[in-house]
């Protein structure tokens, strides 16, 4: 899978993201059926449909979080090596996965060990610095505004190794943001496709990304 370089682990890139008659259910029910999609490295996602169609569900899937119904989603690298969910992407959900007893620091780091990275207090900080809650970054993350508490969970993304070593999973990423961070963010999903990234994403704001390849898909 991986190769271990001191403490870090280094993952190639997620050179493809194949979905093959893909299907997901909930309560018993069909949530949705025959997913078929081919997506190459450097390529934004839009994933898009009414409420209830599904997105978030598949997102999910493709972090592992969750189970196919049926049919497969496969992550592989520029090798054809097939990776695990859990080591081919990083999953940023509506809910922030950061605990509101500990400080935004300690959040970022073990947030950056569970993902298999030993991140210095230096690669917390630039992470912070990216989005711009550096200044918070010994605040415990349940005192934080909602958009500071947004901000500071997408940190996660920016605790990697190298850019565009992982695929991008971001479920409705830009709610709870002000513009200019928005605008920020969008620069930085641009930066992260770029370097090769592969990026899924699902939302009901119209944000400019540029992108060499977009794809959409319609659930």
């Keep these: 899978m991986g190769r271990i370089q001191g403490a870090r682990r280094i993952v190639s890139l997620c050179a493809n993201l194949r979905l093959e008659a893909l299907a997901a259910e909930r309560g018993g029910k069909a949530v949705f059926a025959d997913v078929n999609v081919d997506v190459a490295a450097g390529t934004l996602l839009r994933v898009i449909g009414p409420n209830g169609a599904g997105k978030t569900t598949l997102l999910r899937i493709l ?45 970022l780091s073990y947030a950056a060990a569970l993902a298999g990275f030993d991140s210095s207090s230096s690669d917390v900080r630039r992470a912070m610095s990216q989005l711009g809650v550096e200044k918070l970054i010994n605040r415990r993350f349940g005192s934080l505004s909602q958009g500071q508490r947004k901000r500071a969970s997408l940190a996660r993304l920016l605790l990697r190794t190298q850019p565009g070593e992982r695929a991008w999973l971001l479920d409705e990423p830009f709610v709870a943001l002000d513009t200019d961070t928005q605008a920020q963010l969008a620069s930085l999903i641009s930066q992260e496709l770029a370097a090769g990234a592969i990026v899924v994403l699902t939302s009901h704001q119209s944000v400019t990304i540029n992108a060499l390849k977009i794809q959409e898909l319609t659930l």
Excluded: K, Q
Excluded at 65 to 77: D, E, I, P, Q
Excluded at 90 to 102: E, K, Q, T, V
């Design 63 to 107: 972090a592992g979080l969750g189970a196919a119904s049926a049919g497969s989603a496969r992550w592989c690298g520029a090798d054809a090596v097939e990776y695990r969910a859990s080591e081919a992407a990083i999953f940023a959900g509506h809910a922030s996965a950061m605990n509101d007893a500990l400080t935004v620091a300690e959040n």
